[in-house]
């Protein structure tokens, strides 16, 4: 099993920064990628970005590509999400998660979630 846990979620401004970080553990964890995903009120979970176990095969979607990145520390077992020039259309539910073959394949664990909100 894997199991992950997200911090640094809260109440930030338009305009402003966040980075969320997710400590990951678990045997399941072996050739996965660490995958960041939110899911705003009344919508889809929808993927950001996935980064793999060696930090060689990084992923972006487009619509957060040039605000995120997403990053790694090994040795800590830890991915962050950093989200810069934050709008009120960021504000959602953020999950980090497991992904297999190392970002290129399907779920294999979630965190709890951890809230984001963009307003003034």
């Known amino acids: 099993q894997v199991q992950l846990v997200e911090s640094g979620g809260g109440l930030v401004q338009p305009g402003g920064s966040l980075r969320l970080s997710c400590v990951a553990s678990g045997t399941t964890l072996d050739h996965s990628g660490i995958g960041w995903f939110r899911q705003a009120p009344g919508e889809e979970r929808v993927g950001l970005a996935c980064?793999?176990?060696?930090?060689?095969?990084?992923k972006i979607k487009d619509y957060v590509k040039g605000r995120f990145t997403i990053s790694g520390d090994s040795a800590k077992n830890t991915a962050y999400l950093q989200m810069n020039s934050l709008k009120p259309e960021d504000t959602a539910v953020y999950y980090c998660?497991?992904?297999?073959?190392?970002?290129?394949?399907?779920?294999?664990?979630w965190g709890q979630g951890i809230q984001v909100t963009v307003s003034s």
């Open positions: 980064l793999s176990s060696s930090g060689s095969n990084i």
């Open positions: 998660a497991a992904v297999a073959n190392e970002c290129e394949g399907f779920v294999v664990g």
